[in-house]
């Protein structure tokens, strides 16, 4: 097998995956070692006691789903095909989901950012300021665009597009669309010129081209000094983003508020506004990798409810 293609072959996955399983199966082989288990390969009752140790330990299911995957991933790629049995630690998550539950830590969804709430955290983003108007770039794009954070923070200049009808916005690759088949999301104008995607746009462009910035990422880190780096926002730096700004803004529970209000905010938004679910679905980031249309994807937008 040449160079070529085993690089292509690692590339299938997902650096963002790639990583959190090399971080589990490290953690994991630190297990082993700690209980004199044997790593690789392993046993399924090695697998159970690990995953009863992490349940133990507080961790999410959605932790232990990933860390099982990882080992199971490790085996396959060692040729342990099959290897570990995971019945057993499957019937202890299922336990230990419920114990969560009954507990009351089960999981808790951010809440929504609501039109009202995106415009209390507008207010307190100083436009004046390159921070500022980012933080505004990056609070009704994501609302708007009802993306991921992993997508809000891949976007680049070129993959925004400003027309004659508003702005068609290029997703290259979703977690929904690991192939990177692509989809363009039509963003309609705003009614209100402080929360206008369109406007925002085109001002934080004109800020970045007085630095000579024309390319690259379109969200970046923008220090104390106001100064604008070349390095754009990870999907972390995007989730923190909304929660400074929601403390910031005074909200209730603002240490809670992540990313994913945004797009929540924005999907109950556009389904009070009387938009049909598969629309919703269809202009957010969901399976079908086509163009959403002006007329169908977005009418709430420009609508009563919009920013």
Not at 75 to 91: E, I, L, V
Not at 142 to 152: P, Y
Request: positive net charge.
């Amino acid at each position: 097998m040449s160079d070529r293609t085993r690089s292509r072959l690692a590339d299938a996955v997902p650096a963002n995956t790639r990583r959190a399983y090399t971080r589990q199966w490290e953690q994991w082989e630190q297990w082993c070692a700690a209980t004199e288990r044997t790593a690789l390969p392993a046993t399924a009752e090695s697998l159970a006691e690990y995953v009863t140790a992490m349940a133990d330990d507080g961790l999410s299911p959605s932790t232990i789903e990933q860390a099982t995957a990882a080992i199971r991933t490790a085996h396959r790629a060692a040729g342990y095909a099959g290897q570990p049995d995971t019945t057993a630690a499957r019937m202890i998550l299922r336990t230990a989901r419920r114990e969560r539950s009954a507990s009351g830590r089960g999981a808790k969804q951010a809440p929504p950012i609501t039109v009202d709430i995106l415009r209390r955290m507008i207010e307190i983003c100083d436009p004046g300021t390159a921070s500022g108007l980012r933080d505004r770039v990056l609070l009704v794009v994501g609302f708007a665009l009802m993306g991921r954070r992993s997508e809000i923070a891949a976007l680049r200049l070129d993959d925004v597009v400003e027309t004659e009808d508003g702005l068609l916005i290029t997703i290259r690759q979703s977690k929904t669309d690991q192939d990177a088949a692509g989809r363009t999301v039509a963003i309609p104008p705003g009614q209100h010129a402080d929360t206008d995607p369109v406007r925002l746009v085109r001002a934080w462009r004109r800020l970045l081209s007085e630095h000579d910035i024309t390319e690259g990422p379109l969200l970046r880190r923008v220090d104390q000094h106001q100064f604008i780096h070349t390095a754009g926002l990870s999907g972390t730096a995007i989730n923190e983003a909304v929660r400074r700004l929601a403390i910031r803004a005074e909200l209730p529970g603002a240490e809670t508020y992540t990313a994913h209000s945004l797009r929540s905010g924005a999907a109950t938004a556009a389904y009070r506004a009387g938009a049909p679910v598969s629309t919703i679905a269809r202009h957010g980031p969901g399976r079908h990798p086509a163009r959403s249309s002006w007329a169908t994807s977005a009418p709430w937008i420009s609508g009563p409810t919009t920013p």
